[in-house]
């Protein structure tokens, strides 16, 4: 099957930036769409970005403007750079990737442990 190792999280100050990254390894024969979600104590997990394999991106309202999603395929790897940030934005997240490995005729969803977010002074 496929591995999703997520790296970039961490301590940030409001008004800050980080950018996440996301590398998928195993017997891949192809991915389609690449995403982040994201969930905090006691509310439900929910998509903060998403890319599909033609380079369209969709992003949840409140990160329109301070969050960019890009991929590169060459290295089956997906990031989320994260500008002005606020403590509202404190969250696990979690990446995501609709994918087709070995011979199979159809994708699988695969999920990454999850990396911690903390925006706070």
């Known amino acids: 099957q496929v591995q999703l190792v997520e790296s970039g999280g961490g301590l940030v100050q409001p008004g800050g930036s980080l950018r996440l990254a996301c590398a998928a390894s195993?017997?891949?024969?192809?991915?389609?769409?690449m995403g982040w979600y994201r969930q905090a104590p006691g509310k439900q997990r929910e998509l903060v970005a998403r890319?599909?394999?033609?380079?369209?991106?969709t992003y949840i309202d409140s990160a329109k403007d301070r969050f960019t999603i890009s991929r590169d395929n060459a290295k089956n790897t997906v990031y989320l750079h994260m500008n002005s940030l606020k403590p509202e934005d404190t969250a696990v997240y979690y990446c995501n990737v609709l994918a087709r490995y070995g011979t199979s005729l159809r994708d699988y969803d695969y999920w990454g442990q999850g990396t911690q977010v903390t925006v706070s002074s």
């Open positions: 890319i599909t394999n033609g380079g369209a991106s």
């Open positions: 195993g017997d891949i024969f192809s991915i389609n769409t």
